[in-house]
């Protein structure tokens, strides 16, 4: 199985997210948008892995305190099949506690995850034609997009008829707010 770790989004993000890459999307020659069920913010990617059991026994003794995620600036990865164009979040301590924590227990259990910086980001299109569209000037006028963060989940990934489905498998979720 194709696993990752993530904070899932709450029904009415995903549908401000959908809004706001259809409006990109109108813009642009080409781009792929992501599928409205499956915005997430990703913790860790695992890859492929057998251990599903086991990263569920890693998130249920895993503990951390709610809180309050802003998205509000517009990017870019540049790539050469078409640039992906992501919603990035606003700095945010106790997330990079979350990731920071979660890295760290994942790798004492043996499994290799990224070394790169966290870029905590929500993509919203892929393989965009995205030539002559100013992201950071179309972002300026955005507002911020918030959700409170109350649990971590477990998801598996997988093509079905040629698209990606990303199943929760296992949720764990986080303590008392502190916003």
């Known amino acids: 199985m194709r696993l990752f770790i993530a ?7 995903k549908t401000r997210l959908d ?13 792929r948008r992501t599928r409205r069920e499956n915005y997430h913010l990703t913790l860790a990617f695992i890859g492929e892995s057998t251990r599903a059991g086991e990263l569920m026994t890693l998130l ?16 870019r990865f540049k790539r ?17 506690t979350l990731q920071k924590r979660l890295a760290e227990a994942l790798r004492a259990q043996g499994f290799v995850i990224e070394q790169r910086p966290f870029r905590p980001h ?30 971590v989940s477990l998801f598996c990934s ?6 990606l489905v990303y199943t929760e498998l ?5 303590g008392a707010a502190h916003v």
């Open 158 to 163: 997988e093509r079905q008829a040629g698209r």
């Open 122 to 151: 929500l993509t919203l299109l892929r393989e965009a034609a995205a030539q002559g569209f100013d992201e950071r000037a179309y972002g300026a006028s955005l507002p911020a997009f918030t959700q409170t963060v109350r649990g």
């Open 60 to 75: 249920g003794g895993f503990d951390a305190p709610a809180f309050e995620l802003r998205f509000s600036k517009l990017g």
């Open 7 to 13: 904070v899932d989004l709450d029904e009415e993000l």
């Open 170 to 174: 296992y949720r764990r979720a986080l």
């Open 19 to 31: 809004e706001l890459s259809a409006a990109i999307e109108r813009q642009l020659p080409y781009a």
């Open 80 to 96: 050469a099949g078409g640039d992906v164009l992501w919603l990035g979040a606003e700095p945010c301590p106790p997330l990079l």
